[in-house]
Each structure stands twice: as C-alpha cells, then as structure tokens.
Nanobody, 123 residues
C-alpha cells in the first residue's frame, strides 16, 4: 500500500511558478510509477504528467509540455511537479497518483491517490 500527500499548491499570478510535492509512504515507493492529474470545477480529471519508477521515462500532456517538469527522489519518497509560466487554465485541484508496473496517462490505471492540492492562477 502507498499513501500519498500533496503539498505546495496556492494562489499565483499568471506567468508565475509553483512547485508541487507529493510525499509517499511505503517501502516500495521506488517500484511505483507516478502520475500527476488535475481537475478543474465542472470538468473531468485530466492527465498532466507521468514518470517511471526510475525517473528515466517521463511524458506530459500537450497542454503543459514545455512548461511543467515532473521529477522524483526515490531516496526521499517524493515526486515533484515544477510548474512554470502558469496560465489561468491551469487552475485546478492537482492530484498525485501511484501505480505498480509501467507509467500511464489513464487515471483508471492508478490504484493510489492523494487528497489533492488546490492551484489557483489569477490574472
């Protein structure tokens, strides 16, 4: 089992930056692929980024590619999402998620989820 706790959300002006963190419990964290998803009011949860267990493979949604960077530190059981050049449309609750085996962009593939952290981008 893996328990996930996100942090780092907040209010930021458009064009600004935030770094989200997701702390995981469990001795086998390094064997899990991790993902970031987000959900805006009235919208479905959408994929943001994913990273393999080793960190060697990463991929991003087209909407954040070039602006967001996902990374992980297996020694500290933490994954990060560095968000730069934030836009109004990035406003959402951001969730991290974990799954065994390979990384995936499908929310249904992830067995473990955090509670989410709110990111609000203002003009």
């Amino acid at each position: 089992q893996v328990q996930l706790v996100e942090s780092g959300g907040g209010l930021v002006q458009a064009g600004g930056s935030l770094r989200l963190s997701c702390a995981a419990s469990g001795r086998t964290f390094s064997t899990y692929a991790m993902g970031w998803f987000r959900q805006a009011p009235g919208k479905e949860r959408e994929f943001v980024a994913a990273i393999s267990w080793s960190g060697g493979s990463k991929y991003y949604s087209d909407s954040v590619k070039g602006r967001f960077t996902m990374s992980r530190n297996n020694a500290e059981n933490t994954v990060y999402l560095q968000m730069n050049s934030l836009k109004l449309e990035d406003t959402a609750v951001y969730y991290c998620a974990a799954r065994e085996y390979g990384d995936s962009s499908f929310a249904g593939d992830y067995a473990y989820w955090g509670q989410g952290t709110q990111v609000t981008v203002s003009s």
